[in-house]
């Protein structure tokens, strides 16, 4: 039990306490250093998050200042549910969307979720076995070779909550995709302009044990949409609570795409299960495959790559 717990490294140990609150702390350029381009230039904007990650978003920057100023504008009224730091005009805004919106999207991860699964579980496994195993330095040295599960570093959570990103800052993450070769075929598999590949586009696994709780927030744009492939729930279950998004709850169904707008306000309250105090890893921990998407009405505001230039 302990033991296992502690096999995914140091950050896997028990992380109660909460962290200060956490906001897209973006280095948004002043006027001055915006290109003097009329919108037309797609040089970017370089963005500092709370966790101290920092990337470049790839889009015209007279857009992104419009939408940072219309997003300033919302974060006064505190009681709206959509509150990012970047609202870009005119797009739907829902706080779940259905998986028929995304069809290829969702037949190509269901249709490996199974494969998904079990990349998962003989990652967990093996980690789980090198803890346990009293051959000391060889077995140290093949665990350090592993893909390592980092912390999420937001401070917006008590209990175990952590990562493996395998598409990061506009490119995959190798080491992790070798690691997991179907995981990797199947994001590779997805469409372009439906897989935001591009920041603030992600895709990685997220693992977090029962009892964690994610306080209400919300993401920091409202151009991409954030789909949930659940490969694993508490206990083997084959269904979990825990989520909510602008005050609706969903449950993540095993092996069944779900589908929500991060910019609206969300949090995770995952509940105490006894898996989490008498089983492994494996068998406690609620364990989403994570990928982002295209806001639908990006390609028409000209958001995506593919747009630019056309007509």
């Keep these: 039990g302990n033991q296992a717990h502690a096999a995914l490294g140091p950050c896997l140990l028990l992380l109660l306490l909460l962290f200060a609150p956490a906001t897209l702390a973006e280095t948004m350029p002043d006027g001055s250093e915006l290109p003097d381009d009329g919108g037309g230039a797609v040089e970017g ?3 500092r998050y709370a966790d101290g990650d920092e990337e470049v978003w790839p889009l015209f920057a007279a857009a ?5 100023a219309r997003g300033t504008a919302r974060a006064a009224e505190a009681e709206a ?3 990012p730091t970047y609202i870009f005009a005119g797009f739907r805004a829902e706080p779940f969307w259905p998986r028929e919106a995304f069809p290829e999207a969702v037949a190509i991860l269901e249709a490996a979720a199974a494969d998904i699964r079990a990349e998962v579980l003989a990652l967990l496994v093996r980690a789980e076995g090198d803890s346990e195993d009293e051959e000391g330095e060889e077995i140290s040295a093949a665990a350090r070779a592993a893909p390592e599960w980092q912390p999420q570093r937001e401070g917006l959570h008590t209990g175990v909550w952590q990562k493996l990103e395998l598409w990061s800052h506009g490119s995959p993450v190798e080491e992790n995709c070798r690691a997991l070769p179907n995981t990797a075929r199947a994001l590779a598999a997805l469409p372009a302009g439906v897989a935001m590949r591009e920041a603030p586009g992600r895709a990685a696994l997220s693992l977090m044990m029962p009892g964690a709780s994610v306080r209400p927030h919300c993401g920091p744009t409202n151009h991409r949409l954030r789909l949930h492939l659940p490969v694993l729930l508490p206990g083997g279950a084959l269904s979990a609570q825990g989520l909510r998004v602008a005050g609706q709850a969903r449950a993540w169904e ?6 929500f707008d991060d910019s609206f ?6 509940p105490e299960t006894d898996a989490a105090l008498e089983g492994s890893i494996a068998d406690a921990a609620r364990v989403v495959l994570l990928v982002d998407l295209w806001h ?3 390609a028409a505001a000209g958001l995506q790559p593919q747009s630019r230039g056309a007509g």
Aim: one cysteine or more; proline letters at 4%.
């Design 45 to 47: 904007v370089s963005l």
């Design 296 to 298: 639908p009405d990006a």
């Design 64 to 68: 992104l200042a419009d939408a940072r």
């Design 254 to 259: 095993l092996g069944r795409c779900l589908i």
């Design 265 to 270: 306000e969300h949090e995770v309250d995952l």
């Design 81 to 83: 549910a959509q509150r």
